[in-house]
């Protein structure tokens, strides 16, 4: 299973939990130092929920490369914004990089890192760097997220997101206004010292960045998937939007655990047991490709796994 993938749901799962305490919520208006506590909380929650995030968007994009990487698929094959991106583009995040680097020493030998890196793409074997995508800037915005998907053919990327969170119930406003909001969020609660951060935004902000994180990461390795296979559509150019990946889905109904093809009315597999029933969907998901989605008795996306990825 992807690192990123699962440090992602063990990290929102432990924000999850956290969220729910008594101490995150405000209490009666006399209760000011409970209250002031509570918005102080709330705010670090915003800030370090966020930064889970973009760190799984910028880890989920360099596992990509990594396997990449490690695939016989010439760099010369490749998409052509992806191989932009890992040479002149890099750049630009080498430059940002090497500048936090803590010594003259350490920027050297940073540079150098990746400048073997980008070299290596003129050869074979080759080397994706790790920083190629989300270190431009300190921060990612929502045309960071975009542009990672538009260089591996997700059409209208964002779309593309709201499509694949749909699918598994998780979908409601534009998930690019959620993940500017909770942008913004974040920088009001960094920065501003008189910053509050609504305890419903903070509750709302786990489901939309699960459906943020599923549908770029499905996206993402329905790429990966292509370009290790070699699919001929996608190397002569063909796109791939939200409608183009394949889900299914364990889920709960009536008081037992269903497999799914998504948009399916009969199931594949039914049981009491959640485990029991993903790990017979595994295989079935795998040789289809299929990104499975594994959702909760009440209906909230648990985890994911996707095939070759």
């Excluded at 890099?90 to 680097?101: D, E, F, I, S």
């Excluded at 010594?103 to 150098?112: L, N, P």
């Excluded at 799914?260 to 790990?279: F, I, P, Q």
Aim: glycine share 8%; charged share 20%; proline share 3%.
């Amino acid at each position: 299973m992807s690192l990123a993938r699962a440090t992602f749901l063990e990290r929102f799962s432990t924000l999850d939990v956290t969220i729910a305490e008594p101490y995150v919520q405000d209490g009666a208006l006399n209760e000011v130092q409970r209250n002031a506590r509570a918005r102080l909380i709330r705010n670090g929650l915003a800030v370090v929920g966020f930064a889970f995030l973009e760190d799984f968007v910028r880890q989920r994009a360099a596992e990509i490369l990594a396997s990449i990487s490690a695939s016989a698929v010439p760099f010369s094959d490749l998409p052509e914004k992806v191989k932009e991106a890992c040479t002149f583009g890099l750049l630009k995040a080498m430059q940002v990089r090497a500048n936090l680097q803590p010594d003259a020493a350490a920027k050297i030998a940073f540079s150098q890192d990746h400048a073997r890196l980008l070299a290596s793409t003129a050869s074979s074997p080759y080397q994706l760097s790790d920083i190629t995508f989300g270190y431009k800037s300190s921060n990612i915005g929502s045309e960071d997220v975009a542009e990672i998907l538009r260089s591996f053919r997700i059409a209208t990327p964002w779309d593309a997101v709201g499509i694949l969170a749909s699918k598994v119930g998780l979908s409601s406003l534009s998930l690019k206004d959620s993940f500017e909001n909770a942008a913004r969020r974040r920088h009001r609660a960094a920065h501003v010292a008189g910053a509050i951060t609504p305890f419903g935004d903070l509750m709302g902000f786990i489901n939309e960045a699960k459906a943020i994180a599923f549908g770029f990461d499905a996206l993402l390795s329905s790429a990966l998937i292509r370009i290790k296979r070699r699919n001929a559509a996608y190397f002569g150019g063909g796109s791939i939007g939200g409608n183009d990946v394949v889900v299914t889905l364990v889920l709960s109904e009536g008081g037992r655990y269903k497999e799914r093809a998504w948009g399916a009315v009969r199931a594949k597999a039914t049981g009491t047991d959640l485990n029991s029933v993903t790990m017979r969907a595994i295989p079935r998901a795998d040789a289809a490709g299929a990104a499975l989605a594994i959702l909760d008795a009440s209906g909230q996306l648990e985890s994911w796994r996707i095939p070759a990825a």
